[in-house]
């Protein structure tokens, strides 16, 4: 049974954390500024000087005072550090790297595999440290509980899905991310929107728009402001404001010759 004692609490060891064991003997000889919760059998995450390493159940640092980030429980039960700008998978149990590898960066998943960047190029591994996806990808916008994933491959972006199948075609030069049930894509310059299939509900043919929010998107045809819903039906228009002034200048060049005249 161990005792955590910190700040507030009676302890000598200039007010930092520590742990009593079952005599009340400091467990810590090190002092650190914050200390993880104690669990059976796993390390604990302590921090000092806005560093942070592990410590096993003896008291003993297992990985030194050396990371600069730590994202606890975030895969397979693996804690994922940040050290130097790159990314590496830790065990909370042992502290061992069970994949061996560090990655340039690592994106978030509650699925058997998940986005990893190497060579400034994503792909994706199972947590076996497999590639499930070949590291092919620019960037990636999206990854659902179902696995599918807007991409971006070269200069144009698609979708896939878990299967590794292409679900949406890679003829898109932008994708957002889907809200409502659709997603804001730009094609040709022009903006539109697609459902999870990439079927063009709504044309891309809007000088720029808008996500969904609450049932509607704002969309420019360069003339009006429209308050479209998920249809594609027009809910309010208002008049565009540079057109408006374009048209006003235009009133007044007019007037002005006339008047001259």
Not at 51 to 73: A, H, N, Q
Not at 117 to 137: E, H, L, M, T, V
Not at 152 to 178: A, L, W
Request: charged share 25%; aromatic share 16%; glycine share 8%.
């Amino acid at each position: 049974m161990y005792y955590q004692c910190g700040k507030g609490e009676v302890n000598p060891e200039g007010w930092k954390w520590n742990y009593l064991n079952h005599k009340f003997e400091f467990l810590i000889p090190n002092k650190f500024d914050t200390i993880s919760d104690f669990h059976e059998g796993e390390l604990r995450l302590v921090g000092k000087g806005g560093r942070y390493g592990f410590l096993d159940t003896l008291g003993e640092l297992k990985i030194p005072i050396s990371l600069d980030r730590v994202i606890p429980y975030y895969w397979n039960n693996w804690s994922l550090v940040e050290k130097n700008k790159m990314y590496a998978f830790f065990d909370i149990h042992t502290g061992d790297n069970p994949l061996k590898e560090e990655y340039e960066n690592v994106y978030p998943s509650r699925l058997p595999f998940t986005w990893v960047q190497k060579n400034r190029k994503w792909g994706a591994i199972y947590s076996n440290g497999k590639i499930k996806f070949p590291f092919i990808y620019n960037s990636l916008i999206q990854f659902d509980s179902s696995g599918r994933s807007i991409v971006q491959k070269g200069k144009h972006f698609g979708m896939i899905d878990s299967s590794y199948r292409t679900i949406v075609p890679f003829k898109f030069e932008r994708i957002f991310e889907f809200s409502d049930g659709l997603a804001l894509i730009q094609r040709e310059k022009k903006f539109g929107f697609i459902n999870w299939k990439g079927e063009e509900i709504i044309e891309a043919k809007y000088i720029t728009a808008t996500s969904f929010t609450n049932g509607s998107a704002l969309v420019d045809n360069g003339l009006w402001i429209e308050r479209i819903d998920t249809s594609g039906d027009s809910t309010i228009s208002s008049f565009n404001p540079p057109i408006l002034i374009v048209f006003l200048l235009i009133f007044v060049l007019i007037a002005f010759i006339v008047l001259k005249k």
